[in-house]
């Protein structure tokens, strides 16, 4: 009788989530024998397997529930071959993270919808099996693949175009790869794993043991060398020597690896430095060593939603820059009644003329007494809020608990593998019908901190919530179990504490105040004063930040004469909007359909990572000089680039795709041709862009060292010496290009005949390499067209200018007398006259007219006019 066939359940979760649903489905009885699969008993004891279909991935792809990712084919990924116009045509590639997963067929597949990790949810998922919805992948397949192929293209041409032509542009991309030896296999640990805090990689295994010690998870250590370094960010194992423990042989295989990812990422890299820690400054018990690799690469970057989302900072920037102060008056008069001085507020508010405010003031002062006009009072409700969306959260983590977007998801994401929260990505504001507010309401009954107040919801009755905006994905942010601070640490525990309180408060009264208004009359003029009362605090009283004050006013009787005791002539300014917040950003990229709930936090995340903006003092975003003049150059070039417009529509047609309205491939050609047409009218104009460039980065002024006289003005030129290598004249304001490799010196204080530029000579690296002398004006603009045709040498490119290291040295000058030309060097008669040279305009000095009428007998000579 053939064995039963094994029944799987393979979960495509976070590590830390899979581990839970394991760990409910099989009562806890879940055994770790191997870091990448979880073995458990369910129910008739069928088999739980969980294969960490993301663990083989780069860290920063790890943060994700990554089914596939989609890349360029190999041949795509060299910037130097691949033309970026042509990524718009490309094929992408979609690879499986996990091999396992290949080979499914979609009648056989089936969903489990769930919202949070507790027993209940979970079970009831598996009860509740769907069908996957094939529209709403092909959107995700249609925002992966326009984002890739925009994002890419833009990327590569900006950064090939700006590499290394500014001194002071500072554009970074970290890039950090972690390479671990465990020397001591005693001490190896198969549980562990890397995480990710503040841009530091900490490896933690003691905590990973922690959360299953907690959980009721049994581990086992798995005593066995692993003679591995693990390059994440080519993610590609190399193996090392049994006698890894040697440092030598060590650091020998970690260098090799290192050079394996610069081969890739050379023509980007700026710098990189090497760490080495011990464990005991990580507090790390195990005997390990680490070595962290950090590279700095410089990347001027584009994407369809982080440029939008820059553009929204550089736009407030503008504005504020823009703006000019201007004076308003207005009329304050103050009464005193019943011992109370009073201040009222003028119905005009506040006037740009200050002609005819003090007209109004004269009228005011005249008369002297105010009459009481009329008296009302009226109950008023400050509402309840609504459920909490991922958006909210964030806007609420920023400005009122300091922590940006990012920081704010990765402890809402803590927050909901432990069990403490519900799913924290989703759109929607409403309930569902079926919530359970009472069951929710008791696991909060016994907190320290909120437990009384919400035993009396208990006791008196909850309200239910209101209204909100169903989006179809997951219900708000709830709590599902109680917690204390010492169980989640300091910053989890405020982020776990609002979301208490605002699910505590959707669910409590409304705050209910009486409201009083006092409205007077002088002089032809309307003034009132404002009380308010609080009657009920309702949801106040547990998100006190929101409370109402109450301000007492004495009584007034209606047609009540009172007499003036001050009038307040009051000038004032408008001011300048302030930067924008971080809230105030997320607030906007909402309203205009820039991201999603899940992503808001990565594009704000880039533009500060990438040096755009900075996050100063009140979370506040301040654009940098690189960042507004991208933006300034986009807009000079096609303000759609940087316009939310665009991303907009392509949201909106992303959600027709995931509704099954339009054809997902339509819509991808419409937009990818959109994106190639206006890549194309970029390229033409790139010099618009440059030039607000040289404006803001002093080019190369501040940058370089002195080397060598500039043959038009006689004064120094600076060496800068990183890629492109070049000589700038800050006089003359003028670039020239030298060869790409070798080193650079003055070469005997000599000048070029021809245009009285100081010579230098380069020498070329290697035991073959040779030197050669060069005019860095005659190297940058060859006097004669032809002379590639007579030596065959520099190729002229698609403007017509020799490239950049390719131009005319010495040595292949037809200078009759000049000791470095190639006349002198030997080159015969007869070997120029097959030559025809055009003299160009530019470089007819005194000097070069006399030696055109020397070299005349040799070589067919015209000039050009």
Not at 188 to 210: C, I, M, P, T, W
Not at 353 to 368: C, P, R, T, Y
Not at 423 to 438: M, V
Not at 753 to 776: H, T, V
Request: charged fraction near 20%; charge should be positive; hydrophobic fraction near 35%.
């Amino acid at each position: 009788m053939a064995p039963p066939l094994a029944k799987v359940l393979m979960v495509a979760e976070k590590p830390s989530i899979a581990l839970s649903i394991a760990s409910v489905l099989s009562r806890s009885q879940v055994l770790i024998s191997h870091p990448l699969q979880i073995h458990g008993e369910w129910h008739a004891k069928q088999e739980i397997l969980y294969y960490d279909a993301v663990a083989q991935l780069p860290y920063d792809q790890r943060k994700e529930k990554i089914v596939h990712h989609v890349d360029f084919p190999a041949k795509y990924q060299d910037w130097s071959a691949t033309d970026p116009l042509d990524l718009f045509q490309a094929q992408v590639i979609k690879n499986e993270s996990n091999p396992k997963c290949t080979g499914f067929k979609t009648n056989d597949t089936y969903r489990a919808r769930f919202s949070s990790v507790t027993e209940k949810d979970v079970v009831n998922a598996l009860d509740n099996l769907v069908r996957p919805n094939k529209d709403e992948a092909l959107a995700v397949d249609a925002r992966q693949e326009i984002d890739l192929k925009v994002g890419v293209a833009f990327t590569r041409f900006q950064t090939s175009y700006f590499q290394g032509k500014y001194g002071n542009l500072d554009s970074r991309l970290l890039i950090m790869m972690m390479i671990v030896m465990e020397p001591n296999e005693k001490d190896y640990h198969r549980g562990s794993e890397l995480a990710h805090e503040d841009k530091k990689f900490v490896y933690n295994s003691r905590q990973v043991a922690k959360d299953h010690e907690k959980r009721g998870v049994r581990t086992t250590r798995e005593r066995k060398p692993n003679p591995k370094l693990l390059d994440y960010e080519k993610c590609q194992p190399v193996e090392t020597t049994e006698s890894h423990k040697s440092a030598n042989i060590f650091k020998s295989t970690m260098l090799k690896s290192l050079d394996l990812f610069l081969q890739v990422k050379k023509k980007r890299l700026i710098k990189f430095f090497i760490l080495l820690a011990n464990t005991a400054d990580l507090k790390i018990s195990l005997d390990l060593r680490l070595f962290l690799i950090v590279l700095i690469a410089a990347n001027v970057s584009y994407g369809p939603c982080q440029t939008p989302t820059l553009g929204f900072c550089v736009q407030r920037y503008l504005q504020i820059n823009t703006f000019k102060p201007e004076k308003f008056w207005s009329l304050h008069p103050y009464i005193i009644q019943n011992g109370y001085e009073i201040q009222l507020e003028w119905q005009r508010g506040k006037l740009f003329d200050i002609n005819v405010a003090m007209m109004f003031q004269k009228l005011v002062s005249e008369d002297g007494l105010l009459e009481v006009t009329e008296i009302s009072e009226k109950q008023e409700t400050k509402s309840r809020p609504v459920g909490l969306n991922t958006v909210n959260l964030l806007k609420v983590a920023s400005s009122a608990l300091g922590f940006g977007p990012q920081m704010a998801m990765q402890l809402a994401e803590r927050l909901y593998t432990q069990g403490f929260i519900s799913y924290p990505r989703t759109e929607s504001t409403a309930y569902p019908p079926s919530f359970d507010f009472r069951g929710v309401l008791s696991a909060q009954a016994n907190n320290p901190t909120w437990g009384n107040y919400v035993q009396g919801l208990l006791t008196t009755g909850y309200q239910k919530p209101r209204l909100g905006t169903d989006a179809g994905d997951h219900p708000p942010i709830t709590p599902m179990i109680s917690a204390a601070e010492d169980m989640l640490g300091n910053d989890a525990w405020k982020l776990y504490q609002y979301i208490c309180q605002h699910f505590i408060g959707t669910v409590s009264p409304d705050c209910k105040y009486i409201r009083r208004k006092v409205e007077f009359s002088i002089g032809g003029e309307s003034f009132h004063c404002i009380g308010q009362q609080v009657v009920t605090k309702g949801f106040t009283a547990i998100m006190p930040w929101l409370a109402l004050n109450d301000k007492n006013i004495p009584s007034f009787i209606k047609g009540q004469k009172i007499e003036v005791s001050k009038l307040e002539f009051y000038e004032g300014s408008t001011s300048a909007p302030d930067y924008l917040t971080e809230s105030e950003l997320i607030s906007l990229m909402e309203k205009n359909g820039i991201g999603t709930d899940a992503s808001i936090p990565v594009h704000i995340n880039n533009i500060c990572e990438r040096n755009y903006v900075q996050v100063q003092a009140g979370r506040k975003l301040v654009p940098t000089t690189l960042g507004i003049t991208l933006v300034r150059g986009y807009q000079t070039i096609d303000p759609d680039l940087c316009l939310p417009d665009i991303r907009s529509f392509i949201e909106q047609q992303i959600t027709l795709i995931a509704k099954g309205q339009v054809d997902h491939r339509h819509v991808v050609q419409h937009v990818i041709q959109q994106f190639k047409q206006k890549f194309s009218y970029f390229v033409k104009k790139i010099e618009d862009m440059d030039a607000l460039f040289e404006a803001q980065f002093s080019t190369l002024t501040d940058s370089g060292r002195i080397l060598s006289k500039c043959g038009k003005c006689l004064r120094y030129m600076k060496y800068i010496s990183t890629q492109p290598s070049r000589l700038y004249c800050g006089t003359c304001e003028e670039v020239y290009y030298l060869p790409q490799k070798g080193a650079i010196k003055l070469y005997k204080e000599l000048s070029c005949p021809l245009d009285n530029f100081e010579l230098l000579i380069c020498s070329m690296p290697g035991p073959d390499g040779k030197s050669f002398p060069l005019c860095p004006y005659c190297y940058s603009n060859p006097p004669f067209e032809g002379i590639e045709a007579l030596i065959n040498t520099a190729k002229t490119g698609t403007a017509g200018k020799i490239g950049k290291g390719a131009g005319m040295p010495c040595s292949l000058c037809p200078h009759p007398s000049c000791p470095n030309s190639l006349v002198s060097q030997g080159a015969g008669s007869a070997q120029l006259s097959t030559a025809k040279l055009i003299l160009k305009t530019h470089h007819t000095t005194p000097t070069l007219l006399s030696t055109a009428l020397l070299l005349s007998p040799l070589l067919s000579l015209q000039l050009q006019a």
